[in-house]
């Protein structure tokens, strides 16, 4: 691929404060969705294709840190600065629960099934709610040895996944017996955590390092040494032929799984790149930032047939989407008041910046 091929981004305006987590849904009979997670305390869902805002899930009162959709893209969950995780009515934007907690809460995510929701932050702590039964007290798992920077569910929900903010590691535990089974040896603060949509690989970044594990007998499969420190990392889901990374040097970089080598160096954010996903087909993905933007990447052909959903004379394909697949979403969706919220945000102090 020529690397001076020059991509041209979605550009996703909407936050007033630094873009700290992203979540695709999986595709869905409405398409799929984008949520974001800001430290603006105003998470944002947004048409995965086209970039096109939906609408802003009011309520919280700190920095949301992290945000989930659940695998029919009905339900938001989202993890927060002022000591609460909520669950979100994904088509009204209503809250539907809402689980208080004794510290920041800095990461959630729904099990495969959607019938659980696992918290964790800097209480030590990971708690299972059922959303069956959202008024019993949730489960608690046995204490984390840190304080819980992300969370991830694999092997059918029989298997959480979690990393800690103050030490290196992921930790594999057992949701029968409460137990850590495994862990994935760091040296660095793992920042991002990742299972593959085909449940090979478990994807790390730590430091300035992007490790993939298999996920099943959790040796070490791939070791690659980045050009900076990076925060996040995320493999093509359809064919896992290349990764992305990206970090402090404000910059996305595309890399080849087997070999490690740079494929491309996207350029565009003004500050440093907190997280990347890719979409649940691989066509493109999402990079969020310090700047508080949100840009949406398209990957180029995944296979020589797949040319039209390369970059077109250096400009992005446009992607048609039906008129009723998002007013589905957005019909009853609360809107937000940006300047509002603006208005709100110069007023507060908020809680739990980092």
Request: hydrophobic share 35%.
């Amino acid at each position: 691929m020529d690397k001076k091929r020059v991509a041209i981004p979605l550009v996703c305006h909407g936050h007033s404060r630094p873009v700290v987590d992203l979540c695709y849904s999986p595709v869905t009979p409405d398409g799929f969705f984008l949520i974001s997670a800001s430290k603006d305390s105003n998470p944002m869902l947004r048409n995965g294709e086209t970039g096109d805002w939906i609408g802003t899930f009011e309520g919280h009162k700190g920095a949301v840190w992290s945000c989930c959709l659940d695998t029919n893209a009905l339900r938001a969950a989202t993890g927060s600065a002022d000591f609460s995780a909520k669950v979100w009515d994904a088509l009204t934007g209503d809250v539907l629960h809402s689980f208080e907690h004794k510290h920041i809460v800095r990461a959630c995510a729904f099990s495969e099934d959607t019938h659980l929701l696992l918290t964790g932050g800097l209480e030590k702590v990971l708690r299972i709610y059922d959303l069956n039964r959202p008024d019993a007290p949730p489960r608690e798992v046995d204490k984390s040895p840190g304080s819980v920077r992300t969370v991830t569910w694999l092997h059918s929900d029989q298997t959480i996944l979690s990393s800690c903010t103050d030490m290196g590691g992921v930790r594999l535990w057992d949701v029968r017996s409460g137990q850590i089974v495994q862990t994935l040896e760091t040296k660095s603060s793992v920042t991002s955590a990742e299972v593959s949509q085909d449940g090979r690989y478990i994807t790390t970044a730590d430091g300035s390092t992007v490790k993939f594990w298999d996920a099943n007998h959790f040796g070490l499969v791939k070791s690659y040494n980045m050009p900076c420190t990076v925060e996040s990392a995320s493999l093509e889901p359809k064919y896992g032929m290349k990764f992305i990374a990206g970090g402090e040097d404000m910059w996305i970089h595309v890399f080849d799984f087997h070999t490690g080598d740079e494929i491309a160096c996207n350029k565009g954010h003004h500050g440093p790149v907190h997280c990347l996903r890719f979409a649940p087909g691989g066509e493109s993905y999402a990079s969020g930032s310090e700047d508080g933007t949100i840009r949406i990447w398209q990957t180029g052909p995944l296979t020589h047939d797949d040319s039209d959903e390369a970059l077109v004379n250096g400009s992005v394909r446009k992607v048609k989407v039906s008129a009723d697949e998002v007013s589905r979403k957005i019909e009853g969706f609360n809107i937000a008041d940006e300047g509002k919220t603006r208005e709100k945000e110069k007023e507060k102090e908020e809680t739990g910046n980092e």
